[in-house]
């Protein structure tokens, strides 16, 4: 799985489950500033707070911007209900690999939505901005699931530049240096199998 990100809570995975490229697309949301993809052309876009303000999207994507469960081009997907009206927590199955994406949340998780987003591999989770998680915040949201790679997103960038560094957020897990990748390959036997592993992506 390559996982890269395009800034705020937007993410990029690219995954070959069934012997076929499978481009899926998280929060293609336009941002107020900065630069980002004008369009995209991806096979799977999901959504955690709706279709609204979202870019250009070409051809003919499966498209989930709500609560359920389902399959497409063998990835299976899960959105539960966030905590507030319209927001969505996300999780991602492929290539024997499961991913969560918080979006923008800034509330604790419930048990209910721990019972299913738990026992993950890859947690995006939001760090920086003020309408999300604050680095402390964040740090206790990761103990509770305690995912095996932590990816953080929604901090400082061109397209939020009024957002806490990621360093604070570094800080807090008690990382010296994140790794810093502009885009990174995880598969299934190169997972850490005891120490958290905190990947720095740089925006594409």
């Known amino acids: 799985m390559h996982i890269s990100w395009l800034g705020n809570t937007?993410?990029?995975?690219?995954?070959?489950?069934?012997?076929?490229d499978v481009t899926i697309i998280i929060d293609?949301?336009?941002?107020?500033?900065?630069?980002f993809p004008r369009s995209l052309t991806p096979e799977v876009v999901l959504y955690t707070r709706g279709?609204?303000?979202?870019?250009?999207?070409?051809?003919n994507p499966f498209i989930l911007d709500t609560a359920?469960?389902?399959?497409?081009?063998?990835?299976?997907?899960?959105?539960?209900?966030?905590?507030?009206?319209?927001?969505?927590?996300?999780?991602v199955d492929v290539e024997q690999m499961s991913l969560v994406h918080l979006g923008n949340a800034k509330q604790p998780l419930t048990d209910e939505q721990l019972e299913s987003l738990?026992?993950?591999?890859?947690?995006?989770?939001?760090?920086?901005?003020?309408?999300?998680?604050?680095?402390e915040e964040?740090?206790?949201?990761?103990?509770?699931?305690?995912?095996?790679?932590?990816?953080?997103i929604m901090h400082k960038s061109e397209n939020n530049p009024q957002a806490k560094e990621v360093e604070l957020f570094l800080k807090e897990m008690g990382v010296q240096n994140g790794e810093i990748e502009k885009k990174v390959i995880l598969k299934k036997n190169n997972?850490?199998?005891?120490?958290t592993r905190v990947i720095v992506l740089q925006k594409e």
């Open 118 to 135: 738990g026992n993950i591999d890859i947690l995006c989770i939001p760090v920086g901005s003020d309408d999300c998680y604050d680095p």
């Open 28 to 35: 293609p949301y336009k941002p107020k500033s900065g630069n």
């Open 10 to 20: 937007t993410i990029k995975l690219q995954a070959k489950p069934l012997d076929q």
């Open 138 to 152: 964040a740090v206790k949201v990761v103990n509770s699931i305690e995912p095996r790679v932590v990816i953080p």
């Open 51 to 59: 279709v609204k303000e979202s870019i250009t999207i070409s051809g």
């Open 191 to 195: 997972l850490p199998e005891e120490e």
């Open 68 to 91: 359920g469960e389902c399959e497409t081009h063998g990835v299976l997907v899960t959105a539960i209900p966030g905590h507030d009206d319209g927001q969505y927590f996300l999780r």
